[in-house]
């Protein structure tokens, strides 16, 4: 497949991963008063019975390549912080504020793909950066009165971690790991890894609540393999503003199931970062190999 066709793919993968992220975090926001850790283990489960279902039927198996199991691990264990730190601020503060923050990850891709992937940083790509973080201040708001900046910040850090969880996809992409296994390895190990907070400290669940995280779990496995699937057939910087296609899912869905607003230095905010993925799109467009000759 040409280079083009791998990116339009990717594209309309990014696209449906949004979508899927979106109503996972509305189905979290609307599953109640459950503790992060809890919400995260049966995110994870339904995502785990899928990959390994895929993995069985296409005998793909479970050994994963030479050198790639380190990157498996940090992938895993990183991507695990950030979904914790996302159910949190999930329950904290607005759904899209929760979602605008975590979709700071594509920014921290771009950083960590300069540290570790050794890609050079553009002027325009550092502005992009630099005027991104200064976007999510209007949204986190950082005064002492504000009640929801600890939650806002917790957003933020799972953001990081999920810029670096999905630089690791691109490794992993890129040393051609499996996308089934990768997907199968993270949610079996963030499972195993809520196995002892859910033991000590599990909240009893109304059918509609356990309804509720099985439906994030399923629309998480659709946003987790849409995303391997994106990252691995295009580089990051190319399709990555896609993404932010989500704040518009979950602003349309936080309005319409849970009355939400967003203020306007959240709107601001929002503005701000979504327009710097915008230029950092183009600008990559007008380097690549797509600009005009």
């Known amino acids: ?50 990959a390994l279902i895929i993995i069985l039927k296409n005998r793909t198996g479970f050994r994963w390549k ?11 264990a990183v991507g695990t912080i950030g979904i914790v730190c996302n159910f949190y601020a999930l329950g904290n503060i607005p759904l899209s504020d929760a979602s605008m923050l975590n979709k700071m990850s594509p920014f921290f891709v771009i950083i960590f793909s300069i540290i570790i992937l050794k890609e050079s940083l553009t002027f325009v790509q550092g502005f992009a950066v630099f005027m991104a973080f200064v976007g999510t201040l209007f949204i986190i708001k950082p005064t002492f009165q504000n009640v929801e900046l600890l939650p806002s910040a917790i957003g933020l850090l799972g953001g990081l971690s999920a810029g670096f969880a999905y630089t690791m996809v691109r490794i ?77 899912f979950a602003t349309t869905l936080g309005f319409i199931f849970l009355g939400e607003v967003p203020d306007i230095y959240s709107v601001i905010g929002y503005v701000v970062i979504c327009s710097m993925a915008v230029l950092t799109f183009m600008y990559n467009n007008k380097k690549g190999p797509f600009r005009r000759k």
């Open 1 to 50: 497949m040409s280079r083009i066709k791998l990116k339009y793919k990717a594209i309309v993968l990014m696209i449906l991963s949004a979508f899927c992220f979106a109503v996972m975090n509305l189905l979290v926001r609307m599953s109640g008063d459950i503790p992060a850790f809890q919400k995260s283990f049966f995110r994870n489960l339904v995502a785990v019975f899928f």
């Open 172 to 248: 992993l992409g890129q040393r051609g790991e499996n996308g089934s296994l990768i997907v199968f390895f993270f949610s079996a190990f963030s499972c195993i890894s809520m196995l002892p907070f859910l033991v000590f400290d599990f909240h009893p669940m109304e059918w509609w609540q356990l309804l509720m995280l099985l439906g994030a779990g399923l629309a998480a496995t659709g946003g987790q393999f849409s995303i391997t699937a994106a990252y691995s057939n295009a580089p990051a910087r190319e399709i990555s503003v896609y993404d932010y296609s989500q704040i518009i």
């Open 66 to 76: 030479k050198g790639n199991l380190k990157f498996l691990l940090l992938r895993s």
